[in-house]
């Protein structure tokens, strides 16, 4: 399995990013799938997962501004990102879980005040 993800950048607060992953592999749209992120100096949190019935979580702190869809067609899991905050700025990361967790490569999203 392999992930890429895509879309991250600098942006000010109030604005919005979405964010992409494209996944290879013939069992992803049985697959959570999720986005994570870790901010220098803090521990990787989740911040938003979809099953492959399309149900979703989201953490607390993003509840309201992002949204995570998926197209089981195109083997893609996207993260519409709204109200950036400071507070948002991290590496995030695309996951896949199908009864082992896989990352991809990080992309960074830093918002400035």
């Known amino acids: 399995v392999q992930l890429q993800a895509s879309g991250g950048g600098l942006v000010q607060a109030g604005g919005s990013l979405r964010l992409s992953c494209a996944a290879s592999?013939?069992?992803?749209?049985?697959?959570?799938m999720g986005w994570y992120r870790q901010a220098p100096g803090k521990q990787r949190e989740v911040v938003a997962r979809?099953?492959?019935?399309?149900?979703?979580m989201y953490a607390d702190s993003v509840k309201g501004r992002f949204t995570i869809s998926r197209d089981n067609a195109k083997n893609t899991i996207n993260l519409q990102m709204n109200t950036l905050k400071p507070e948002d700025t991290a590496v995030y990361y695309c996951?896949?879980?199908?009864?082992?967790?896989?990352w991809g490569k990080g992309t960074q999203v830093t918002v400035s005040s």
């Open positions: 996951n896949l879980y199908y009864g082992v967790h896989y």
């Open positions: 979809i099953g492959s019935g399309g149900s979703t």
């Open positions: 592999g013939s069992f992803f749209s049985s697959s959570l």
